[in-house]
Each structure stands twice: as C-alpha cells, then as structure tokens.
Nanobody
C-alpha cells in the first residue's frame, strides 16, 4: 500500500507559475514510476510521468512549459508548471506505480485543484 499526499495547487493568472509536489509513503520499491494526470470536464489526460531512473514523458499540450522531476531520497515528485493557460485548469492527481508483483499496481493521490484565470 502506497499513500500519496499532494500540495501546491491554487489559483493563478494566465502566464503564471505553480509547483505541485507529491510525497509517497508506505511500501515504496526502488523501481517505480510517478506522474501526474489531470481531469477537467470533458478531458482526462496524462500530464507527465518520470521513472525512478529519471526518464520522463510529457503530454504534447505541456511540452516546453511543464517540467517533472523527482527526489528519490524523499520519494517525492514535483511538477513545475510555467506559462500557465486557462486550459490547464483541472484537478491534478499524482500517482505511483510499480510492478513488483509481476504486474503494474498504481496508487493515486487525492488530487489538487489548479485554476488558471484572470
């Protein structure tokens, strides 16, 4: 069982920045993937994910604006969001995934709201 606690959401003006954090605790394995999904009315997409080895992927819609990083010692993943747009408004949920049982098991955080509005 893995628990995830997110922080850093809020209200920001277009063009602004926010940094989301997600701390994992519990049964953490060395080889894992952590990332962020976001959900808004009519939209549910992977934003970015990063492996424990540092490989990352991004949604096309956030490339060049968002940066995912992690601190393995703290079991924490970060999402630096710059040049925010109104269409980035969504509930952002962090996840942790590993395959120690021979298949992928994913745990989710409770989500943090990001609202981009003037």
């Amino acid at each position: 069982q893995v628990q995830l606690v997110e922080s850093g959401g809020g209200l920001v003006q277009p063009g602004g920045s926010l940094r989301l954090s997600c701390a994992a605790s519990g049964n953490i394995f060395s080889f894992n993937t952590m990332g962020w999904h976001r959900q808004a009315p009519g939209k549910h997409e992977l934003v970015a994910e990063i492996t424990s080895g540092g490989s990352s992927v991004y949604a096309d819609s956030v490339k060049g604006r968002f940066t995912i990083s992690r601190d393995n010692a703290k079991n924490t993943v970060y999402l630096q969001m710059n040049s925010l747009k109104p269409e980035d408004t969504a509930n952002y949920r962090c996840y942790y995934e590993d395959s120690e049982l021979g298949y992928a098991v994913r745990s989710w955080g409770q989500g943090t709201q990001v609202t981009v509005s003037s």
